[in-house]
């Protein structure tokens, strides 16, 4: 059956450090993945979005790495700030149905 | 311009009875889908638009829940004969059906008493 994994122990870091967080999948073959924010109450904010053919992709402190062969997805936060604690979800779309499914998500705590 | 809207926030319901969660997404957004999210748990899939065609109903867990969406826009879950296990965030998205790349609501929290 499909499975998406995200760890789901929280990761504590210290502020300033580099956080990264691992979406591993089976039995899919996604066109493409997406990372989400979520914090407590709101909805997902859609971050970034990285395509089959694509090995990495950055935007100011994030950087995203998608491996096909590893099955896996390396979300990277660099020099991580207290204001960056949320849950971080990632989702996966096999291309044909428009319709992405999520992982449960990995909370990040970074303490000042 | 303005997000993707839901209300009630927060709804208290008692067993049994009947509730309409509301989505008004962004403007000139084709698709719009429905979550639900339990406490702890992953975004669960309930229903899918797509312009005019016909809905995606596949997530829906039984027979109970349906959902509308007139004129391609504002849409409308409704949960019929509520029980506890109803009890979640249920979460609205919209998106530009072919960037798939999704807009969410802040959700109402359905509370089943």
């Known amino acids: 059956s499909q499975k998406i994994e995200q760890n789901s122990e929280a990761l504590n870091i210290q502020e300033g450090k580099t956080a990264t967080l691992t979406c591993n999948y089976t039995?899919?073959?996604?066109?493409?993945l997406q990372w989400y924010r979520q914090d407590p109450g709101r909805g997902p904010v859609f971050l970034l979005l990285i395509r089959e053919n694509e090995k990495e992709k950055r935007k100011e402190r994030l950087k995203v790495t998608f491996d096909t062969t590893l099955k896996q997805s390396l979300f990277h936060i660099t020099a991580s700030q207290p204001a960056d604690s949320a849950t971080y979800l990632c989702?996966?779309?096999?291309?044909?149905?428009?319709?992405?499914?999520f992982g449960r998500g990995t909370s990040l705590i970074v303490h000042p | 311009g303005a997000g993707v809207s839901q209300s009630p926030s927060n709804k208290v319901t008692e067993k049994g009875k009947d509730v309409e969660l509301r989505c008004d997404p962004i403007?000139?957004?084709?698709?719009l889908y429905w979550y639900r999210q339990s406490l702890g748990q992953g975004l669960e899939f309930l229903i899918y638009f797509q312009g005019n065609s016909a809905p995606d109903k596949s997530g829906l867990p039984s027979d109970r829940f349906s959902a509308e969406r007139t004129g391609g826009s504002v849409s409308t879950l409704t949960i019929q004969r509520t029980q506890q296990e109803d009890s979640a965030v249920y979460l609205c998205?919209?998106?530009?059906?072919?960037?798939?790349?999704?807009?969410f609501g802040a959700g109402t929290r359905l509370s089943v008493l």
């Open positions: 989702a996966l779309d096999e291309g044909g149905s428009y319709i992405p499914t």
């Open positions: 998205a919209s998106s530009l059906h072919y960037k798939n790349i999704q807009y």
């Open positions: 403007s000139g957004h084709t698709a």
């Open positions: 039995n899919y073959s996604p066109a493409y």
